[in-house]
T-cell receptor, first 115, second 110 residues
Framework: DTGVSQDPRHKITKRGQNVTFRCDPISEHNRLYWYRQTLGQGPEFLTYFQNEAQLEKSRLLSDRFSAERPKGSFSTLEIQRTEQGDSAMYLC?????????????FGEGSRLTVL | TQLLEQSPQFLSIQEGENLTVYCNSSSVFSSLQWYRQEPGEGPVLLVTVVTGGEVKKLKRLTFQFGDARKDSSLHITAAQPGDTGLYLCAGVTYGQNFVFGPGTRLSVLP
């Protein structure tokens, strides 16, 4: 399967713990995006990378959130000191760098539940 | 901040009916996309519209981009239960970021 893969698919943690999600994009895609989605809502932008450079980060993203894409391939999203409000689906998407409107290819998401 | 609004938020119709959902913004985007998302999966692209006034058809789905490139509509003819899902519009910024609306949740009853 050459699609976007995310791991883990589900994570249950206690408040205050740290969690890390991994995303493996489609191999030839330069851009990688992280979104957060709560039930019944659209995806909320968190951050995106072009190769290893983090080009944009949402102002809504607190200092507890950090993302990396060290070699321009896979990416990790870490949430420190989790809070119940962090419970959501975390979606990763990749896109080829193209001159026109690109397309986002999404993974199936990592669902986080903070108890 | 670029925001997208979608209406209606929820729509429940009988199989065979027609429907239209709307996406509106106060901002201009380089293009606008529509995605459909099913439970437990990520969104999947349906269409991209780029030019103001553009109309695209995809089988029973018709997409329109407003002349000012701030709004769009999705019309489904003769809806089927397989059309059930969350329909999301996304504005593509000139910096190649994607801003999503809150979605319209469609339920087509057999």
């Amino acid at each position: 399967d050459t699609g976007v893969s995310q791991d883990p698919r589900h994570k249950i943690t206690k408040r205050g713990q740290n969690v890390t999600f991994r995303c493996d994009p489609i191999s030839e895609h330069n851009r990688l995006y992280w979104y957060r989605q709560t039930l019944g809502q659209g995806p909320e932008f968190l951050t995106y990378f072009q190769n290893e450079a983090q080009l944009e980060k949402s102002r809504l993203l607190s200092d507890r959130f950090s993302a990396e894409r060290p070699k321009g391939s896979f990416s990790t999203l870490e949430i420190q000191r989790t809070e119940q409000g962090d419970s959501a689906m975390y979606l990763c998407a990749s896109s080829p760098l193209a001159g026109g409107a690109g397309e986002l290819f999404f993974g199936e998401g990592s669902r986080l539940t903070v108890l | 901040t670029q925001l997208l609004e979608q209406s209606p938020q929820f729509l429940s119709i009988q199989e065979g009916e027609n429907l239209t959902v709307y996406c509106n913004s106060s901002s201009v985007f380089s293009s606008l996309q529509w995605y459909r998302q099913e439970p437990g999966e990520g969104p999947v692209l349906l269409v991209t519209v780029v030019t103001g006034g553009e109309v695209k058809k995809l089988k029973r789905l018709t997409f329109q981009f407003g002349d000012a490139r701030k709004d769009s509509s999705l019309h489904i003819t003769a809806a089927q239960p397989g059309d059930t899902g969350l329909y999301l519009c996304a504005g593509v910024t000139y910096g190649q970021n994607f801003v999503f609306g809150p979605g319209t949740r469609l339920s087509v009853l057999p």
